[in-house]
């Protein structure tokens, strides 16, 4: 069974551009959940979606966005980048969102800019 | 607010020996979820074991289990017989609420093990 699947892994963008990552949750999995992971702020929770509806969202700007499709799979979007987006974003899948599903990462996607 | 501490940056044992990492949580819920993830530099989030707060007896999983106080807010992990492939960032997180997947993650342990 394939593990949670983001692209791309490594990518550099300029200041002021936009990215889009994706995520492919597990098979079988309709909640998908993001986090940025940054040497000073650790790890924090971006958003997560659920039947293709943002269920929670985190303390991050309106240029944080994201969205699920009706196969599960997931976006993020960030616009007008600033240097201090530069991070690893991690995507997580689960079966739902019920306190006893195992949460399950992928490898990430390492956003440089520059 | 909830959040997570863990107080030791960077731990070292001896292979095959054992070592204790240490996480305290502050949060008013009663029932809640905690949980010790492993990050290898692979960086992938590696699930090592979890806990429900209203069970009393701790979680053990192999040669990893933890010791929950609930009263106190803590929950170390300890690992037995460390190995060579245990050496990894060690995050400590809490589950907000019963019903999404926004967790709480401490600073993180780098776990160092010695031949």
């Known amino acids: 069974k394939a593990g949670v699947t983001q692209t791309p892994r490594y990518l550099i963008k300029t200041r002021g551009q936009q990215v889009t990552l994706s995520c492919s949750p597990i098979?079988?999995?309709?909640?998908v959940s993001w986090y940025q992971q940054t040497p000073g702020q650790g790890l924090q929770f971006l958003f997560e979606?659920?039947?293709?509806?943002?269920?929670n969202k985190g303390n991050f700007p309106g240029r944080f966005s994201g969205r699920q499709f009706s196969n599960s799979r997931s976006e993020m979007n960030v616009s007008t980048l600033e240097l201090g987006d530069s991070a690893l974003y991690l995507c997580?899948?689960?079966?739902?969102?019920?306190?006893?599903?195992?949460?399950?990462f992928g490898e990430g996607s390492w956003l440089t800019v520059v | 607010a909830q959040t997570v501490t863990q107080s030791q940056p960077e731990m070292s044992v001896q292979e095959a020996e054992t070592v204790t990492l240490s996480c305290t949580y502050d949060t008013s819920e009663s029932d809640y979820y905690l949980f010790w993830y492993k990050q290898p530099p692979s960086r992938q989030m590696i699930l090592v074991i979890r806990?429900?707060?209203?069970?009393?007896q701790n979680a053990t999983e192999n040669r990893f289990s933890v010791n929950f106080q609930k009263a106190a807010k803590s929950f170390s992990l300890k690992i037995s017989d460390s190995q060579l492939g245990d050496a990894a960032m060690y995050f400590c997180?809490?589950?907000?609420?019963?019903?999404?997947?926004?967790?709480?993650f401490g600073a993180g342990t780098r776990l160092t093990v010695k031949p």
């Open positions: 997580a899948s689960s079966l739902g969102t019920a306190a006893g599903n195992t949460i399950y």
């Open positions: 997180a809490y589950r907000v609420g019963y019903n999404n997947n926004d967790m709480r």
């Open positions: 098979s079988g999995h309709r909640s």
């Open positions: 806990q429900e707060a209203y069970k009393q």
């Open positions: 979606y659920f039947s293709e509806t943002q269920r």
